[in-house]
């Protein structure tokens, strides 16, 4: 599996960084205002350029109101510094030089990392003269743009990949790797214990590829397990690990360097609203995803508990039913020896290959079954399909016409698929293309 590099980008409130977020990445993920201090929506997003993926940090959705600028900025640096392999320093042009570029240069001098200045807001060729002034920042690579209407924007990536490291591949061999993730209090770091205590053999700590986390390799029934854990498990003295878009991003981190997630509820709270968010990431990454209802021994239970749990989850979740659930405890460790046996079939589904013929057969038997209907003026009529990837399984479907796949009909051809060859745990993608 690739290691993705990060990016950075940091600045004092309202240089526009998140404008300079949302042309990098190419959509408008963050909210945009011109009131000082606003917080955002999206702290981070994936984004390609010349072949070359790399994660984008916005440090402006880590800004709140009312809190002193020094801090601010040390926590924007301090995110950089821990995170990112490259950091993009963004100032006003427009503006000038002030004196909190010179409170964010400090800061920014002795980290040996590569820091590109990006000198926005400039606008047109009347004031491509304002970035000389900045060159007293001490940084080599400035460079002019406008994030509002783009101009400099390629200079600046390419800049930024010219610094990406060498791609890397991840060295675990024939180990799953498994993160843990869900909101605070939801018992991470106990389930996390209890599932290393189940063996009690911790083969070696390895640093990740977050700075100071934790990779934690073991053994189970002669299967090798790599957990992906986050610094965000554990209890440092940072104001900023108190920020849940921090915690948001260790999170994204862990998940991408997983091909298994599980996803802890806590049966106390119930299912709250956020949990969906905190779901979202492994579903945007397309990673297996196991639910994990913890806390189950402080559940007063009859016959009938348990199903009524069940049920909500799958009405609130419905965009993973593949993912099954297990009640634990990982204060008892009650049930807990029993999620590697799902971590095992999840990750097998996960990279699980299908014959073309027994694939065609499952397709031919299914719409001799159900035949599609009429839709968008036309039927649909599939000649042949073929797997084209893992990690999720993808399938192409070549037919007379894409429009003519009905939604409908689309879950159910992947139902079939799902029946036939046991994809439980993992999503996976059907690709409809005409046949040329």
């Known amino acids: 599996m690739e290691k993705i590099p990060t990016v950075a980008i940091i600045g004092s409130p309202n240089v526009g960084k998140s404008t300079l977020f949302n042309r990098i990445i190419g959509k408008r993920h963050a909210i945009i205002d011109d009131e000082r201090g606003i917080t955002r929506d999206r702290l981070y997003a994936r984004t390609e350029w010349i072949k070359r993926k790399f994660n984008v940090i916005d440090t402006g959705g880590l800004e709140i109101e009312d809190v002193p600028f020094q801090r601010l900025i040390k926590e924007q640096v301090n995110l950089a510094i821990e995170e990112a392999d490259v950091i993009v320093f963004v100032v006003d042009g427009l503006l000038g030089l002030i004196e909190d570029d010179y409170a964010v240069a400090r800061l920014l001098r002795n980290v040996k990392k590569p820091v590109i200045l990006a000198v926005n807001k400039i606008d047109d060729n009347i004031h491509i003269g304002n970035i000389g002034e900045f060159y007293a920042l001490g940084f080599n690579d400035v460079i002019a743009v406008s994030s509002e209407h783009g101009i400099g924007i390629g200079d600046l990536l390419d800049k930024i990949v010219s610094y990406l490291p060498e791609k890397e591949i991840e060295e675990y061999k024939d180990a799953i790797t498994f993160s843990v993730i869900g909101q605070p209090n939801v018992g991470k770091s106990s389930l996390i214990n209890a599932l290393i205590n189940e063996e009690r053999v911790i083969v070696s700590n390895k640093a990740g590829t977050t700075r100071d986390a934790i990779d934690i390799e073991f053994n189970k029934d002669g299967q090798n397990y790599v957990i992906i854990d986050t610094a965000g498990l554990k209890k440092r003295g940072r104001i900023i690990e108190s920020v849940d878009r921090y915690a948001a991003l260790r999170a994204f981190k862990a998940i991408e360097r997983s091909d298994v997630v599980l996803f802890l509820l806590d ?170």
Not at 291 to 312: A, G, M, P, S
Not at 372 to 389: E, H, K, W
Not at 424 to 429: L, M, V
Request: hydrophobic share 40%; charged share 30%; net charge positive.
């Open 267 to 436: 049966a106390n709270e119930g299912i709250r609203a956020q949990d969906k968010h905190v779901a979202g990431f492994a579903i945007d990454e397309n990673k297996a995803i196991i639910i994990i209802v913890n806390k189950w021994d402080l559940i007063k239970k009859d016959d009938k508990t348990l199903f009524e749990y069940r049920d909500k989850i799958r009405a609130e979740f419905k965009f993973i039913e593949y993912a099954p659930i297990i009640f634990v405890s990982a204060k008892t460790k009650q049930r807990v020896n029993e999620i590697f046996g799902l971590i095992k079939k999840a990750s097998e589904a996960y990279k699980r290959r299908i014959a073309t013929n027994a694939l065609n057969g499952i397709i031919q038997d299914a719409q001799l079954l159900n035949e599609p209907a009429m839709f968008n003026g036309g039927r649909l009529r599939i000649y042949y399909v073929s797997q084209v990837a893992i990690e999720p399984p993808t399938f192409v479907f070549f037919v007379n016409n894409p429009n003519f796949v009905h939604f409908s009909y689309e879950r159910y051809l992947e139902n079939k698929i799902r029946e036939a060859f046991d994809f439980d745990g993992t999503p996976i993608k059907l690709i409809f293309r005409e046949r040329r």
